[in-house]
């Protein structure tokens, strides 16, 4: 009886306690365990009439584009980070080894209330400077923080991306566990939107399938100091 009692206590505990993920509590988190990614929550297509299709993969569930048009992307509303703080992780699988600059994904942390102003981190399929971190403005992106070298992707394997960015505008970037480059930013320190994209060149792999990216296991702790 006592024992019972005590578990339950552990229980309430725990689940009174907010998820942490690295740094920071955990304020999103996305697998799309129900299958879908129009509903609980509800992310907003590119192009509502091509939307992104739901799979699984290993027991995990991923959301794709069509890779029909060569920009597709995700949107959704997340808690405000109010101040500019964050440790971003994701799961992303390249459908091609083939090195090409159109052969990317792209995450974009922005602010609704100010034109989606923010910061966005893109990786292509191992080319030179194929990682960048650019300030998205009213002159549209800006680059200001370049990968040197080469980062290969195995072909459809996931691979987990870190991309942390502190209180002091310090933001690091890891791939694999691996960090690959660090800047400095201030420009933007609000943020309420997040955006998921893949880049696809209109060719398709000589098996039919499109160069896309897709995404799983999403989540989005603050604040990181």
Known sequence: MMRNIVLAALAALVASCPLRAGNGSVVFKEDFPDGTYRENPAWTEAN??????????????????????????????IPPLADGSFELQFDVRFRSE??????????????????????????????????????????????FAFISEKVTFPENTFVRVKWTRRVDGTMSVSIDGQ??????????????????????????????????????DIVLAAPVE
């Open 48 to 77: 509502p009439n091509l939307p992104w299709t739901v799979g699984q993969d290993g027991g995990r569930f991923f959301v794709e584009p069509t890779g029909k048009i060569p920009w597709d992307s995700l949107r959704i509303a």
């Open 98 to 143: 083939e090195v090409l600059g159109a052969n990317r994904f792209y995450v974009i942390l922005g602010n609704s209330e100010d034109n989606f102003r923010g910061y966005q981190l893109d990786i292509a399929q191992g080319t030179t400077n194929n990682g960048t971190l650019s300030r998205i403005g009213p002159d549209g992106s800006q680059p």
């Open 179 to 216: 960090e690959y480059f660090s800047a400095t930013d201030t420009a933007y320190s609000h943020f309420d939107r997040l955006t998921i994209g893949s880049i696809s060149p209109a060719q398709r792999s000589a098996s039919g399938v499109a160069y896309t990216q897709a995404f799983a």
